[in-house]
């Protein structure tokens, strides 16, 4: 059905009126104003686990012969801890590596994982750790293998990125506050939250040594954006 010219110009004037509206809404919108703070935040953590890295290198020439002499390693473990107070509560044998087809060598990388349950704090602690110390030296000179030094783990550290990532954040919101209140100005909100970097085990505000066997150090770096 056609429509009339009276209703025709009815549609125009709605439709002037709708983009005069929205016009107005916009021109009265205010521009948002903005602070850029970045923040450095440390937090602290007890490790569950303490590793320890044995490096086989397997009989050279003949890599059958090398290859096979892999086999023995879990069995000589198993016997090594048999009758001892400290077991590890994993230990993962890896595949051999052949680190020379030429000369026929090859190696063969072990990790052992114990707790620390009661290897740290109290009266005690330090001493039992020092003598899982001394029992993996012993190990590593009757296997014949490298031992690499102890390394610190921590089980969920997933929980100590997000504890040091909110400390950080914390920071930078404290720098952005004194700011915006020297511009009179209050921040209204959040628009982002970068993670700039995460490091272990080197604190910026310390000389201590980190990781030690009571405590690792997770320091986060962020970068927050306010609105104002």
Partial sequence: MP???STR???VIVAIVALVVQFKSIAQEPESSFIVSDGVGTV????SHVAFWLHFSLPEGDLRRGL???KPIEGQLREFFANRESRPVTTDIYPPHVASLEEGRSKVTVELRFSMAGLMGGETGAAKFGGLCEEIKVLGKKLVCG????AMVIAEDSV???EAVHEATKQAFTAASGAAAALGAEIRTVERVKVLEITWNDPPD???IYP???RVACTARVRVTYVL
């Fill in 147 to 150: 031992v690499s030094e102890p």
């Fill in 212 to 214: 030690n066997i009571e």
């Fill in 44 to 47: 602290y953590a007890p490790p």
């Fill in 68 to 70: 096979a002499a892999a």
């Fill in 160 to 162: 100590t990125i997000q």
């Fill in 9 to 11: 110009t009815w549609v």
């Fill in 206 to 208: 310390t000389e201590a």
């Fill in 3 to 5: 429509i009339s010219r």
